[in-house]
C-alpha cells in the first residue's frame, strides 16, 4: 500500500505529463497555454512554455480548487478563440519561491478533458506492454 501523504503529487503530475503526452497533445496545450505580456518573466522567455511549467500551473489550478482558495471561474474558454487572464500563485521552477504568475488560456475544458483521457489511456497502456 502507498501513503498517500508521502506521495509527492507534483512528481506524479510532471511524470504524467512527461512521460505519457503524446506530441499532438503537448502542440495543443503549448499552443493554447501561454505566458501574459504582463507577467514579469515575459521578456525573460517569450517561447512556448515547457511541458513542467504547463503541468505545474495544472498542479496549482487543482490545489487552488481543491483547498478552496480559487475557483478560477473564467479559466476554460468555449473556443481557441477567446482568451482569458489567469494570475496563479505557484512555483514555476523547483528553485522558485511561489509569487504571481500571470497567463493566457484558450484551451476549452472539452480540449484539456480529452489530453487527460488520452494521457491516462496512454500511461496505462505503457504499464500494461
Known amino acids: 500500500d502507498i501513503d498517500s501523504e508521502k506521495v509527492d503529487k507534483l512528481a506524479v503530475i510532471l511524470n504524467f505529463f512527461r512521460s505519457h503526452l503524446n506530441d499532438e497533445d503537448r502542440i495543443l ?3 493554447n497555454l501561454r505566458r501574459s505580456v504582463i507577467d514579469d518573466k515575459f521578456y525573460e522567455n517569450r517561447s512556448e512554455l515547457p511541458i513542467d511549467t504547463i503541468s ?3 498542479y496549482s489550478i487543482r490545489n ?3 483547498h478552496g482558495l480559487e475557483f478560477h471561474t473564467s479559466l476554460f474558454s468555449d473556443s481557441n478563440e477567446e482568451k482569458y487572464l489567469e494570475s496563479i500563485k505557484m512555483k514555476e521552477f523547483k528553485k522558485d519561491t511561489k509569487a504571481k504568475r500571470d497567463f493566457e488560456f484558450s484551451i476549452t475544458h472539452e480540449q ?4 487527460i483521457i488520452r494521457t491516462s489511456l496512454n500511461k496505462i497502456e505503457n504499464l500494461l506492454t
Not at 484539456?112 to 489530453?115: G, P
Request: proline share 0%; glycine share 0%.
Open 29 to 31: 496545450l503549448t499552443k
Open 56 to 58: 505545474r500551473i495544472l
Open 64 to 66: 487552488e480548487f481543491t
Open 112 to 115: 484539456l478533458r480529452d489530453i
